[in-house]
């Protein structure tokens, strides 16, 4: 609820991803604005402001600000929209609304430039754990640079309002350590050039794909993903139905890859005798036990254990949690299906039936494939109840392994996070539209790199999906390349992070109201999350200043546009290198690859020319097979020295060679 008591409502009791809030079941007294509206926020400047929210049926509002005053009426649910002519920045001002009866205000309102961040955990990645946080955080106070993060939501369907309020914070040494790292420098650098007030929203998930952001009507123009679309919707509808025919459809997955799956299924019942299998402390993953032979297995293990319950307890007994298992588990309470996931990291919370767990003793059955099966510690894993007991699960666990096996994938539930289809658009994007922005930012694809060549699809439909939802035909969108991480190359090889980046890069080439943030030159191969966030916040800043203030700066480093024959050279053509190129370290840059017809890549000499760069003898390769493509930077974790006079790293391509 909000803290202004004014703002107090009463709502209709949801749970979680199962509800979609509708602004008609609010009850109030007042008209309301939608809750991403709050004390402290910041409105865009010089365009019009789209302002909505609730109040009672066919009601005639006002919405004012700093006196300027604009109508609109209620429909029949309760639902009202409306748009602030343009403002110039400034403020701080109070925002109402009002029915002539009764009326919200929201106070310490500025004006100035909005900016919506959004992706997975680089964009989560918070101010207070960047390099420099210390000092940064500590003198961040700052009245005119603002922030809200959105509440972690999956939902089945797109919400008319946020599951919770936001709250609006001002910058400061208290508040700032909480807000995404690389949008507060982007915004900070913004907020103290432009001299207007900055608001920035965080609406972002560490470890999601790019299919959970999309919205429902656009993914499933995709046939790939039509039936998994329909059945988030049916989960939303039915939840029992839905995972009733999830679970049915995970078992015929296991009868087509496992000979041994109809028989074993006898061991789900409680009343199955285990007395003849091994038994086996769980106090981290097997391969880590006493097992021996799990020592090195890889495959499928069924795990058993008992939990005694007294019936206060059985009555109340509503989720079990173990913790996080790898990789692939399905999990039983006394023969009752209750969950299952294929996250290694993701704890697992299972939401248990009333009537499943007994008084007395308590039967519950995992199957697992992957590589170590419950790796937390004992203490994460118990029973919950209603009242707030946690009943631990014994360290004792009985095993029967099963087939052996690597790289199997089983296809998870498709409302699952952090692979699900269309719940963070649904619960964490759609109540957020059409809020005024002046230009959004995107950071993610690390856990879309094994399928980069979908990402083509998929990252043009998502910016044009928001653009629509935000009511923004024309909305600038900033793409933050992936970063480095994950082995090194010393051959020329495939990559898959490689093919996600040039696949970010081609969709921006594609878009005119789109930038790329080059990133790989400031990531770190061991750590997925690099901590050098400022210097990527700085270069969405100049990205900014191109794409939507004019400047006459680059919106990103030096992109190479064409590749030409020249004698026994080829010649790489530069864009946005107007001050030159540069390298360091070295009289050559590293990092560039000529491939043939077979895609047969080898390193090649390449020397700076001014605003290009030609590769010593790469039109007459010792293979003998012609050149058709070059490619730079072309690695997991790629190291590269190209830099561009001022000191922005050059664009990871893969070009072919004109003819």
Same mark, same amino acid.
């Given at each position: 609820?909000?803290?202004?008591?004014?703002?107090?409502?009463?709502?209709?009791?949801?749970?979680?991803?199962?509800?979609?809030? %509708?602004?008609?079941?609010?009850?109030?007294?007042?008209?309301?604005?939608?809750?991403?509206?709050?004390?402290?926020?910041?409105?865009?400047?010089?365009?019009?402001?789209?302002?909505?929210?609730?109040?009672?049926?066919?009601?005639?509002?006002?919405?004012?600000?700093?006196?300027?005053?604009?109508?609109?009426?209620?429909?029949?649910?309760?639902?009202?929209?409306?748009?602030?002519?343009?403002?110039?920045?400034?403020?701080?001002?109070?925002?109402?609304?009002?029915?002539?009866?009764?009326?919200?205000?929201?106070?310490?309102?500025?004006?100035?430039?909005?900016?919506?961040?959004?992706?997975?955990?680089?964009?989560?990645?918070?101010?207070?754990?960047?390099?420099?946080?210390?000092?940064?955080?500590?003198?961040?106070?700052?009245?005119?640079?603002?922030?809200?993060?959105?509440?972690?939501?999956?939902?089945?369907?797109?919400?008319?309002?946020?599951?919770?309020?936001?709250?609006?914070?001002?910058?400061?040494?208290?508040?700032?350590?909480?807000?995404?790292?690389?949008?507060?420098?982007?915004?900070?650098?913004?907020?103290?050039?432009?001299?207007?007030?900055?608001?920035?929203?965080?609406?972002?998930?560490?470890?999601?794909?790019?299919?959970?952001?999309?919205?429902?009507?656009?993914?499933?123009?995709?046939?790939?993903?039509?039936?998994?679309?329909?059945?988030?919707?049916?989960?939303?509808?039915?939840?029992?139905?839905?995972?009733?025919?999830?679970?049915?459809?995970?078992?015929?997955?296991?009868?087509?890859?496992?000979? %041994?799956?109809?028989?074993?299924?006898?061991?789900?019942?409680?009343?199955?005798?285990?007395?003849?299998?091994?038994?086996? &402390?769980?106090?981290?993953?097997?391969?880590?036990?006493?097992?021996?032979?799990?020592?090195?297995?890889?495959?499928?293990?069924?795990?058993?254990?008992?939990?005694?319950?007294?019936?206060?307890?059985?009555?109340?007994?509503?989720?079990?949690?173990?913790?996080?298992?790898?990789?692939?588990?399905?999990?039983?309470?006394?023969?009752?299906?209750?969950?299952?996931?294929?996250?290694?990291?993701?704890?697992?919370?299972?939401?248990?039936?009333?009537?499943?767990?007994?008084?007395?003793?308590?039967?519950?059955?995992?199957?697992?494939?992957? %590589?170590?099966?419950?790796?937390?510690?004992?203490?994460?894993?118990?029973?919950?109840?209603?009242?707030?007991?946690?009943?631990?699960?014994?360290?004792?666990?009985?095993?029967?392994?099963?087939?052996?096996?690597?790289?199997?994938?089983?296809?998870?539930?498709?409302?699952?996070?952090?692979?699900?289809?269309?719940?963070?658009?649904?619960?964490?994007?759609?109540?957020?539209?059409?809020?005024?922005?002046?230009?959004?930012?995107?950071?993610?694809?690390?856990?879309?790199?094994?399928?980069?060549?979908?990402?083509?699809?998929?990252?043009?439909?998502?910016?044009?999906?928001?653009?629509?939802?935000?009511?923004?035909?024309?909305?600038?969108?900033?793409?933050?390349? !992936?970063?480095?991480?994950?082995?090194? %190359?010393?051959?020329?090889?495939?990559?898959?992070?490689?093919?996600?980046?040039?696949?970010?890069?081609?969709?921006?080439?594609?878009?005119?109201?789109?930038? !790329?943030?080059?990133?790989?030159?400031?990531?770190?191969?061991?750590?997925?999350?690099?901590?050098?966030?400022?210097?990527?916040?700085?270069?969405?800043?100049?990205?900014?200043?191109?794409?939507?203030?004019?400047?006459?700066?680059?919106?990103?480093?030096?992109?190479?546009?064409?590749?030409?024959?020249?004698?026994?050279?080829?010649?790489?053509?530069?864009?946005?290198?107007?001050?030159?190129?540069?390298?360091?370290?070295?009289?050559?840059?590293?990092?560039?690859?000529?491939?043939?017809?077979?895609?047969?890549?080898?390193?090649?000499?390449?020397?700076?020319?001014?605003?290009?760069?030609?590769?010593?003898?790469?039109?007459?390769?010792?293979?003998?097979?012609?050149?058709?493509?070059?490619?730079?930077?072309?690695?997991?974790?790629?190291?590269?020295?190209?830099?561009?006079?001022?000191?922005?790293?050059?664009?990871?391509?893969?070009? &072919?060679?004109?003819?």
């Amino acid at each position: 609820m909000r803290p202004d008591i004014r703002r107090i409502i009463t709502l209709v009791a949801t749970t979680g991803l199962l509800t979609t809030l %509708s602004f008609a079941a609010q009850a109030q007294t007042a008209p309301q604005f939608a809750r991403i509206f709050g004390d402290h926020a910041v409105l865009q400047r010089d365009q019009a402001v789209n302002i909505w929210g609730t109040a009672a049926p066919n009601a005639a509002l006002t919405v004012t600000i700093n006196g300027q005053t604009t109508s609109a009426t209620a429909g029949a649910d309760g639902k009202w929209k409306t748009a602030l002519p343009a403002l110039t920045a400034g403020g701080p001002y109070t925002l109402t609304v009002s029915d002539g009866q009764g009326a919200t205000t929201l106070n310490d309102i500025l004006i100035g430039d909005v900016y919506l961040c959004s992706g997975q955990s680089n964009m989560e990645f918070p101010a207070r754990l960047s390099t420099g946080a210390w000092g940064e955080i500590g003198a961040s106070a700052n009245p005119n640079l603002r922030f809200v993060n959105i509440e972690k939501d999956s939902a089945a369907a797109p919400r008319d309002d946020l599951k919770t309020v936001p709250v609006w914070k001002v910058a400061g040494p208290d508040t700032t350590g909480d807000a995404s790292a690389v949008c507060y420098y982007m915004s900070k650098a913004l907020q103290k050039e432009h001299k207007v007030p900055v608001g920035f929203i965080g609406t972002d998930w560490g470890g999601t794909t790019i299919q959970s952001w999309i919205s429902p009507a656009a993914l499933r123009t995709l046939p790939a993903y039509t039936a998994g679309v329909d059945a988030v919707a049916q989960y939303g509808a039915s939840p029992e139905k839905a995972q009733a025919a999830h679970a049915k459809a995970q078992e015929a997955w296991w009868d087509a890859h496992d000979k %041994s799956a109809k028989t074993q299924r006898a061991w789900i019942s409680p009343a199955f005798n285990d007395s003849g299998w091994s038994h086996l &402390k769980v106090t981290g993953g097997w391969k880590d036990g006493d097992a021996a032979d799990l020592k090195a297995f890889d495959g499928v293990v069924w795990l058993r254990t008992r939990v005694t319950l007294t019936a206060d307890q059985a009555a109340k007994a509503n989720e079990l949690t173990l913790g996080p298992v790898d990789t692939f588990d399905t999990t039983w309470v006394n023969g009752q299906w209750v969950g299952s996931s294929g996250i290694n990291w993701v704890w697992r919370d299972y939401k248990v039936p009333a009537g499943v767990f007994k008084a007395g003793e308590n039967v519950i059955v995992l199957r697992i494939l992957g %590589s170590g099966g419950l790796t937390g510690t004992p203490d994460m894993r118990f029973v919950k109840t209603s009242d707030g007991q946690a009943i631990p699960l014994s360290a004792d666990w009985t095993y029967k392994t099963g087939m052996a096996a690597k790289g199997l994938t089983i296809p998870a539930a498709p409302w699952d996070v952090p692979t699900s289809l269309n719940t963070l658009y649904n619960g964490m994007a759609a109540p957020l539209a059409p809020y005024t922005v002046k230009a959004a930012a995107w950071y993610q694809g690390e856990s879309n790199a094994d399928a980069a060549t979908e990402y083509r699809t998929l990252l043009p439909m998502l910016m044009a999906d928001w653009r629509k939802s935000f009511a923004a035909p024309d909305l600038p969108m900033l793409i933050v390349q !992936l970063s480095s991480y994950g082995s090194v %190359s010393t051959t020329p090889g495939v990559s898959q992070w490689a093919e996600l980046r040039e696949a970010q890069r081609l969709t921006v080439d594609a878009d005119p109201h789109a930038a !790329l943030i080059v990133s790989h030159d400031f990531g770190d191969r061991s750590d997925i999350h690099p901590t050098q966030k400022n210097i990527i916040g700085l270069r969405a800043a100049r990205a900014v200043d191109h794409l939507v203030f004019g400047q006459a700066v680059a919106p990103t480093g030096p992109e190479a546009i064409s590749v030409t024959r020249a004698g026994p050279d080829l010649v790489v053509n530069f864009r946005y290198a107007d001050n030159g190129l540069k390298t360091y370290s070295s009289d050559t840059a590293i990092g560039f690859e000529a491939c043939d017809a077979q895609d047969a890549c080898r390193y090649v000499t390449a020397v700076v020319d001014g605003n290009r760069v030609v590769l010593k003898g790469a039109n007459s390769p010792e293979t003998g097979q012609e050149t058709i493509k070059v490619r730079y930077a072309w690695s997991d974790a790629p190291f590269t020295n190209l830099y561009s006079g001022d000191d922005q790293p050059a664009v990871p391509f893969e070009l &072919k060679v004109s003819q």
